[in-house]
């Protein structure tokens, strides 16, 4: 059956036909609906000829996505909104001083086939002070400052390339557009 509003499958198909043919593994249906669980956030700082330059950090050999290089990132608590979860990485991550804290206006989006899901990634930007660096926790061990440029040279999922063009879009020309994406660091 097709949804007539989303045109979204509702049916069996041969990952979920249990008579289809077997596999060792066999996948697990997920919801039908795209789930925010995770988040992505370029960090960026100012250099002194008025543009910016953006933080990458490089994941451990003992952990998921080993010696690649990527934005901070993370799991959702069940408790928190994406932002929430965004600052509170940010913290653990990098231990930076965060000035501002944007809504990227692009979400991040792909198909996870061993758990039959649609992950939709919110993508932030936070700037932080010019000459500030990390302190890398156990999940990193490196980091480095670079050009937009250099810095699309090195991350491999086509989501997160794009989410960090948006996010330099809207620091260099979305000046109109910060205003309604600005998350309010007061407490």
């Keep these: 059956m097709i949804h007539s509003v989303h045109r979204v499958w509702y049916g069996q198909s041969e990952m979920t036909d249990s008579t289809a043919g077997s596999q060792s593994e066999a996948p697990r249906v997920g919801p039908k609906s ?20 953006y933080l990458l950090l490089e994941r451990s050999s003992h952990k998921i996505y080993a010696k690649t290089w990527r934005m901070v990132g993370g799991k ?24 501002r804290l944007l809504c990227v206006p692009y979400v991040n989006r792909f198909y996870e086939w061993k758990h039959d ?9 936070a700037v932080t ?8 926790d156990d999940e ?36 109109v557009l910060q ?9």
């Design 34 to 53: 795209p789930i925010i669980r995770v988040f992505d956030c370029h960090v960026a700082r100012p250099t002194p000829g008025g543009g910016y330059e």
């Design 76 to 99: 959702l608590r069940e408790d928190e909104t994406a932002w929430q979860g965004c600052l509170r990485e940010l913290e653990e991550e990098t231990q930076l001083p965060i000035e």
């Design 117 to 125: 899901r649609i992950n939709d990634i919110p993508v932030f930007v």
């Design 129 to 136: 002070r010019a000459e500030e660096n990390p302190v890398l």
């Design 140 to 175: 990193h061990s490196a980091f480095a400052w670079l050009p937009l440029a250099s810095a699309l040279e090195r991350l491999h999922w086509p989501g997160q390339s794009e989410g960090l063009r948006a996010a330099d879009a809207l620091l260099r020309t979305g000046h």
């Design 179 to 187: 205003e309604f994406m600005e998350v309010s660091l007061k407490r």
